[in-house]
């Protein structure tokens, strides 16, 4: 027993040792970096997101599957044009729809938000406004 003890005690003796020694000092690597992303012209826009995708596309309003939807459709992308003022109408009529993606908009539609939202009828000839059939959108711009 007394050598256990012994050994008990030489341990702790080294750990204690060992926690007095200072670690050695960082390495000096001078001043912080500037970071490498540039400041927003508008403080509400945090300096991490890229600026906002503009779209111009001619296409066929149709409704969603959930009640009330709107969708405007083009290629894999559906946007959701629900919250428009004035509504985007179902009339059989195309429309031209200008606006900003907004990623962070997400609403029970399941399609990708727009803000800054205009639009105007066009003779763009819709074939089924109830939404099981549409029309290939026409002249989508991605800026």
């Known amino acids: 027993m007394k050598i256990s003890i012994a050994v008990v005690a030489l341990v702790m003796s080294l750990a204690g040792g060992a926690a007095a020694q200072e670690a050695p ?12 992303v540039a400041p927003t ?8 997101l890229p600026a906002a995708k503009k779209i111009d596309v001619e296409a066929c309003p149709e409704k969603g599957t959930e009640r009330g939807c709107i969708l405007i459709r083009y290629g ?25 993606v907004d990623p962070g908009a ?22 089924n406004v109830s939404g099981t059939e549409v029309a290939p959108p026409q002249n989508l711009q991605v800026k």
Do not use: H
């Open 25 to 36: 000092a960082p390495p000096n690597l001078g001043p912080p970096a500037e970071p490498s």
């Open 41 to 48: 012209a508008d403080p509400s826009i945090p300096p991490m």
């Open 76 to 100: 894999e992308e559906t946007y959701d044009v629900t919250g428009t003022n004035p509504p985007v109408p179902l009339n059989g009529k195309g429309v031209r729809l200008r606006g900003d």
């Open 106 to 127: 997400m609403g029970f539609c399941f399609a990708t938000g727009l803000k800054n939202i205009t639009w105007e009828q066009t003779i763009l000839q819709c074939p």
